[in-house]
């Protein structure tokens, strides 16, 4: 059983993210500014007293993931198929969700991820194993002609943790973890008309602390004082000071400190939708924190 003051953390973290969630989907137009859009919702989230647990993440078309604005972005919408992935901390409490707003024409393959999530959602409960939410996942998305993007998954969410065990398939797999009472999972099905598997591009805006180590360059020090601010949760390049920020950062993820998160894309170049929200686990069915 979960203690009541984080429970309601917890749902704090869903109730700011589900309204700044809203709001952010209306934003998305074509010819609207993908920076504007992330700046909305990271500016929104801390205004309603909660902070980002990671960068707004804004992938279109084949990109499933890791996409967010530089700090001079001129990207603007056009057609395109895009997933807003948006996640709120309270004190470390972390809740997480995702939608895919459509400016193209592919309502299909937007509802195939939001069937696979509703029907992944309905088999939940104490004792159910994270396999059979991976076939169900798997199922749905099938049964709408499209593949489930089939390396990666949805994930638990800790304390300042981001992805925690266990890990939620989007497919079939073998072996499962039994979900138990007071688990906290982010359930994200990701179909595409593509392979069904993502690899990583070249770009890269997001990072994570990955571990504290003595640095000699007086410009690496001064950096890594701002980046203990996110404490073990994703950053974007923008949120940090800018000069010599490239070079500093590579400095520090040579030596390890810095993991970076480059941009997913399907390896096929086919379009991506995503669906996504977080549960508590309960014994007889779990609690959507994410939904208004």
């Known amino acids: 059983m979960m203690d009541n003051e984080i429970l309601d953390k917890y749902r704090r973290a869903g109730k700011i993210l589900a309204?700044?969630?809203?709001?952010?989907?209306?934003?998305?137009?074509?010819?609207?500014?993908?920076?504007?859009?992330?700046?909305?919702?990271?500016?929104s989230i801390r205004e309603q007293g909660g902070q980002p647990a990671f960068p707004c993440n804004i992938s279109r078309n084949d990109e499933a993931a890791h996409a967010t604005p530089s700090s001079n972005d001129k990207s603007l919408f056009g057609e395109d198929m895009v997933k807003l992935d948006i996640g709120v901390h309270v004190e470390g409490y972390i809740a997480?969700?995702?939608?895919?707003?459509?400016l193209g024409d592919n309502p299909e393959l937007v509802e195939a991820s939001e069937v696979a999530l509703k029907n992944a959602i309905q088999l939940?409960?104490?004792?159910?194993?994270?396999?059979?939410?991976?076939?169900?996942?798997?199922?749905?998305?099938?049964?709408?002609?499209?593949?489930?993007v089939?390396?990666?998954?949805?994930?638990?969410?800790?304390r300042y943790v981001q992805h925690a065990p266990p890990s939620i398939p989007n497919r079939r797999v073998e072996h499962g973890i039994i979900l138990r009472e007071g688990d906290v999972i982010?359930?994200?099905?990701?179909?595409?008309?593509?392979?069904g598997h993502v690899s990583e591009g070249g770009i890269?805006?997001?990072?994570?602390?990955?571990?504290?180590?003595?640095?000699?360059?007086?410009?690496?020090?001064?950096?890594?004082?701002?980046?203990?601010?996110?404490?073990?949760?994703?950053?974007?390049?923008?949120w940090l000071p800018q000069t010599r920020l490239n070079f500093v950062l590579k400095q520090l993820e040579a030596m390890g400190v810095v993991c970076p998160y480059p941009v997913l894309k399907e390896d096929?170049?086919?379009?991506?939708s995503q669906a996504e929200h977080t549960v508590?686990?309960?014994s007889d069915g779990c609690q959507i924190i994410t939904m208004l």
């Open 124 to 148: 939940i409960r104490a004792g159910v194993s994270t396999a059979d939410i991976g076939a169900v996942i798997e199922e749905s998305i099938n049964e709408f002609g499209y593949k489930p």
């Open 186 to 195: 982010a359930i994200e099905p990701f179909a595409t008309n593509g392979a």
């Open 96 to 102: 997480d969700t995702a939608v895919t707003v459509d």
């Open 150 to 158: 089939a390396n990666l998954a949805g994930h638990g969410l800790d």
């Open 204 to 238: 890269t805006e997001i990072y994570r602390l990955e571990k504290l180590k003595s640095v000699r360059l007086p410009a690496a020090r001064k950096l890594l004082e701002d980046i203990k601010e996110y404490k073990t949760l994703p950053f974007t390049k923008r």
């Open 268 to 272: 096929a170049g086919g379009l991506i």
């Open 280 to 282: 508590i686990i309960e």
């Open 19 to 43: 309204e700044v969630r809203s709001a952010a989907v209306n934003r998305v137009k074509v010819g609207a500014s993908l920076l504007e859009v992330a700046e909305f919702v990271e500016n």
